[in-house]
């Protein structure tokens, strides 16, 4: 899994930041909770991850092309990857997180738009 995922990319930053801006505190980097949620706050019980979508496989989206040599390779990587994600969100959720899943061309192109979901599912929530 080391090389997989991309740290502090412009996404991450740019979610932390929309968190700051509604005064959410949080942590970074949760590697003991199941699939180390790129943001998450244990005492309010909330993760966030942040997608890049070529990994995770934003679905319809240009940036989750897959590429054209060794295809068999990538399409069994891109399979592991997507069921390691559904199994750590279900094991959030299993123990009582709202999980929010942020995908990188998203934040990128809209972020007004993620900070009005993050705004709606983590603080109005609470
Ligand atoms: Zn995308």
């Known amino acids: 899994m ?3 995922r991309q740290k502090d990319t412009s996404a991450e930053r740019l979610v932390r930041k929309i968190l700051s801006s ?10 003991d909770l199941p699939g180390s949620p ?21 679905a319809a989206c240009p940036r ?9 390779f990538w399409e069994e990587k891109f399979r592991q990857n997507v069921a390691r994600d559904r199994r750590a969100q ?5 123990a009582g997180y709202r999980v929010v899943i942020v995908w990188e ?4 192109r809209k972020p007004e738009r993620v900070a009005t979901r993050l705004e709606r599912r983590l603080l109005k929530a609470t």
Do not use: M, Q, Y
């Not at 244990?42 to 934003?58: L, N, P, Q, T, Y």
């Open 90 to 94: 279900a094991a959030l959720r299993k």
């Open 2 to 4: 080391a090389g997989i």
């Open 105 to 108: 061309c998203e934040v990128l």
């Open 38 to 58: 790129d943001v998450a706050n244990r005492s309010r019980a909330w993760a966030v991850f942040v997608h890049g979508c070529f990994w995770h496989r934003h």
């Open 64 to 72: 989750s092309s897959t590429p054209k040599r060794n295809r068999a």
């Open 22 to 31: 509604l005064g959410l505190s949080f942590r970074v980097r949760n590697r």
